[in-house]
């Protein structure tokens, strides 16, 4: 089976899933992404250790797995429970009897943490605005019976759609390397290809949706989310080079592990929601 078939079967299966997931909402989502969580810090942890880095990976699943928990309650819950791993953490480390290289043990755990629980776990707080405590006016005005799916699927179509156009137009007239040390196939012009593209995608959302946000903004949006798309990819590129490793997993045919499908998520849904936020803080942008 070629992997183009892989990938193809994959989405067939996966695309749908998620969309329920999300669409539905509550516990169907929140067990969506807390399999996220778990199944990306398992695979952090992983990746760390393949560079002969000693790691507490079951705490990087522990404190994960609680910011996501956290999350499902809102924002200050969140806070509050980063704020006491990072205490813990450095508790823990104490006890671990050892003091050479101790820096280095927190720092990795504290990345990892930090990486998969905190930056995912805004995939429940861009899910459930109403749980946001302070985030009140991300309801759009009540103009939207469900403002959460489509923050959601505002995000998640302008990301993976930014990585469709940049793939094809790269593919067909790219030429400069955007990044060639970290990612070789990656050309400014399918760069600016995906920018263009997602802006239009962002533009469509918006319209399908009918919602408050006018035209202007849900570009800017789109723009915000391709670019920080390909920083999120290159991210995980140069962990993964770093680590000399091909793939982060095997879990998902034909795209290999869930880091490896959802990197550029992990920066383009927080991001969404602080942007969302920033605009309900905003007099008139939301067209209330």
Do not use: Q
């Not at 000693?54 to 809102?74: C, D, M, Q």
């Not at 998902?252 to 942007?275: E, K, N, Q, W």
């Not at 309900?280 to 067209?287: N, S, T, W």
């Amino acid at each position: 089976m070629s992997n183009l078939t892989k990938r193809i079967l994959s989405a067939l299966i996966g695309v749908p899933l998620i969309f329920l997931c999300t669409y539905f909402g509550g516990t169907a989502f929140f067990i969506l992404i807390i399999v996220l969580i778990l199944l990306s810090s398992l695979e952090m942890g992983k990746l760390i250790e393949s560079k002969g880095i000693e790691v507490n990976r079951v705490l990087i699943v522990v404190f994960s797995l609680a910011l996501g928990v956290a999350a499902w309650r809102g924002y200050s819950l969140t806070s509050a429970t980063l704020t006491a791993i990072v205490v813990l953490a450095c508790i823990f480390e104490i006890f671990t009897g050892a003091v050479k290289n101790a820096l280095t043990r927190l720092s990795y755990l504290m990345f990892a943490v930090l990486y998969i629980g905190w930056l995912e776990s805004h995939f429940l707080l861009l899910r459930n605005p109403a749980n946001g405590d302070h985030i009140g006016g991300l309801t759009l005005g009540g103009k939207l019976s469900d403002p959460g799916f489509f923050f959601i699927v505002f995000v998640v179509t302008a990301t993976f759609l930014n990585d469709t156009f940049a793939y094809f137009v790269g593919k067909r007239i790219g030429k400069t390397k955007l990044m060639a040390s970290v990612s070789p196939r990656k050309t400014l012009e399918g760069t600016i290809g995906g920018i263009i593209g997602t802006a239009a995608s962002g533009i469509v959302v918006n319209l399908l949706f009918k919602s408050p946000l006018s035209i202007e903004i849900a570009v800017i949006w789109a723009v915000l989310i391709s670019v920080l798309a390909v920083f999120g990819d290159l991210v995980e590129s140069l962990i993964k080079r770093d680590a000399e490793i091909k793939d982060t997993g095997a879990i998902i045919p034909g795209h290999g592990g869930v880091l490896d499908r959802f990197d550029s998520l992990l920066f383009t849904v927080p991001a969404s929601y602080y942007f969302l936020v920033l605009l309900a803080r905003a007099d008139g942008l939301l067209h209330f």
